[in-house]
T-cell receptor, first 114, second 108 residues
Framework: NAGVTQTPKFQVLKTGQSMTLQCAQD?????MYWYRQDPGMGLRLIYY???????DKGEVPNGYNVSRLNKREFSLRLESAAPSQTSVYFC?????????????FGPGTRLTVL | ELKVEQNPLFLSMQEGKNYTIYCNYS?????LYWYRQDPGKSLESLFV?????AVKQEGRLMASLDTKARLSTLHITAAVHDLSATYFC????????FGKGTKLSVKP
C-alpha cells in the first residue's frame, strides 16, 4: 500500500496563476482532508470530504475549491494564487472519523507563490 | 472558538533527561491525538486517547488525557537524540484542531 500520495511535491506559481493539487489514498478510507501548515501555526483545515460525494469548508477555505473525484481521490484547486497561499499543503484520510480512527497524512506539497 | 495550546513551543533537552509537553484545550472533548513530525516530513500518528484517564505508552513516550481539566500530557523519559522532532496534539471537535506544535531538540 502506498498510503496517501500527493502530487506535485514542490510548485512555484506566480500571483494569479491557478493550479490543482492532487491527493489519492489506497486504504479504502471514507473521509479525506486538506490542511495547510504555516510556520508557527500548526495545521489548519481548509476543506474536508466526510464521504464520497460530499465536501465541506474547514477553518480557512477562502481562495480554495475542492473536488472529491471518487472514493480514492480528493483534489484542491487554487483558482488565482496569492502570496498568502504560500504554504505546505497536506492531504489526510481516515476510515471512520466517528470511531476516532487516526488520520493518515500524505508527504505534503510545498507551494510558493511569488 | 476552540483553542488548543501547547507548551512549551520549543524545548531543548539533554539526553537522559525527562520532560513533559502540555496540551490544553478550551472545549469539551474526549478525543485527543498526538502526532510527530520530522523536519521536512509528514505527520506520523503516535497516540489516540479516547476517554478520561486514558494513558498510552510507546517506548520512551507516554501520553495521558484528563478531560475534566481539558489537559493532555506527553511525557518523555530518558530522552535520546532520535526523539528530536516537532510534536503536535490535536483535539477532535467534529474536525481536528491542532496545537502549534512543540519543537523538541535532544542534545548529547
Amino acid at each position: 500500500n502506498a498510503g496517501v500520495t500527493q502530487t506535485p511535491k514542490f510548485q512555484v506559481l506566480k500571483t494569479g496563476q491557478s493550479m490543482t493539487l492532487q491527493c489519492a489514498q489506497d486504504m479504502n478510507h471514507n473521509s479525506m482532508y486538506w490542511y495547510r501548515q504555516d510556520p508557527g501555526m500548526g495545521l489548519r483545515l481548509i476543506y474536508y470530504s466526510a464521504s464520497e460525494g460530499t465536501t465541506d469548508k474547514g477553518e480557512v477555505p477562502n481562495g480554495y475549491n475542492v473536488s472529491r473525484l471518487n472514493k480514492r481521490e480528493f483534489s484542491l484547486r487554487l483558482e488565482s494564487a496569492a502570496p498568502s497561499q504560500t504554504s505546505v499543503y497536506f492531504c489526510a484520510s481516515t476510515k471512520r472519523p466517528k470511531a476516532a480512527d487516526t488520520q493518515y497524512f500524505g508527504p505534503g506539497t510545498r507551494l510558493t507563490v511569488l | 472558538e476552540l483553542k488548543v495550546e501547547q507548551n512549551p513551543l520549543f524545548l531543548s533537552m539533554q539526553e537522559g533527561k525527562n520532560y513533559t509537553i502540555y496540551c490544553n484545550y478550551s472545549t469539551t472533548s474526549d478525543r485527543l491525538y498526538w502526532y510527530r513530525q520530522d523536519p521536512g516530513k509528514s505527520l506520523e500518528s503516535l497516540f489516540v486517547l479516547l476517554s478520561n484517564g486514558a494513558v498510552k505508552q510507546e517506548g520512551r513516550l507516554m501520553a495521558s488525557l484528563d478531560t475534566k481539566a481539558r489537559l493532555s500530557t506527553l511525557h518523555i523519559t530518558a530522552a535520546v537524540h532520535d526523539l528530536s522532532a516537532t510534536y503536535f496534539c490535536a483535539v477532535d471537535a467534529r474536525n481536528l484542531i491542532f496545537g502549534k506544535g512543540t519543537k523538541l531538540s535532544v542534545k548529547p
